[in-house]
């Protein structure tokens, strides 16, 4: 089965700096893979997806990915973090053939001045 | 409308009582997923719907669990005799089809006192 490892429970950075958030899955095959955003009061939105072909997708609010298949990994970066970045970060990925997601257990960025 | 709708927003519940939550879709969304998120944690899955096909139960966590859906509409998660471990807030997603990210309803806060 499918799982996904959010290694940081709680990243602090400065406004301004850059940021990456790392995500690594297990899958057989090559999977499909999300990023979602949590702010406070509010639901998941989607932020990038990765299906197929170039390996580094750009996504919403100046967010990117990189899907490394030798790594298992699709981090999230962004070269300027600013103080509405502060939220809950998850990373999921669905398999193929069941597109259920099976999601990390979250990144929580805290943005200083 | 115009995105995935969960009612209650907030239902506090003794333990031992039943509960109904109901996601209403974005429509023309074949697609219905519900997740459960407790404090702190990531989300973990619970059940999907596609289309006619038959639903995947494999995430619900006891036989207290069930998920009814009609047609391609109207989806109802029950707890029945709800445990304290049951409190978590139940989010549930859709998506036109099993291949296309999720659109996310708010979710259903759950506290069984």
């Known amino acids: 089965a499918q799982s996904v490892t959010q290694p940081d429970i709680h990243i602090t950075v400065s406004e301004g700096a850059s940021l990456e958030l790392r995500c690594n899955y297990s899958?057989?095959?090559?999977?499909?893979l999300f990023w979602y955003v949590q702010s406070p009061g509010q639901g998941l939105q989607l932020l990038l997806k990765y299906f197929s072909g170039d390996t580094l997708v750009q996504g919403i609010k100046g967010f990117e990915a990189e899907f490394k298949r030798s790594q298992s990994s699709f981090n999230l970066r962004k070269p300027s973090v600013h103080w509405s970045d502060a939220a809950e970060y998850f990373c999921?990925?669905?398999?193929?053939?069941?597109?259920?997601?099976?999601f990390g257990s979250g990144t929580r960025l805290q943005v200083q001045p | 409308g115009a995105g995935v709708s969960q009612s209650p927003s907030n239902k506090v519940t003794e333990k031992g009582k039943d509960v109904e939550l109901r996601c209403d879709p974005i429509s023309g969304h074949t697609a219905l997923y519900w997740y459960r998120q407790r404090l702190g944690q990531g989300l973990e899955f619970l059940i999907y719907f596609q289309g006619n096909s038959a639903p995947d139960k494999s995430g619900l966590p006891s036989d207290r669990f069930s998920a009814e859906r009609t047609g391609e509409s109207v989806s109802t998660l029950t707890i029945q005799r709800t445990q304290q471990e049951d409190s978590a807030v139940y989010l549930c997603?859709?998506?036109?089809?099993?291949?296309?990210?999720?659109?996310f309803g708010n979710g259903t806060r759950l506290t069984v006192t």
């Open positions: 997603a859709s998506s036109p089809d099993g291949n296309s990210p999720l659109h």
């Open positions: 999921a990925v669905a398999d193929t053939g069941r597109r259920a997601l099976t």
């Open positions: 899958y057989g095959a090559t999977p499909y």
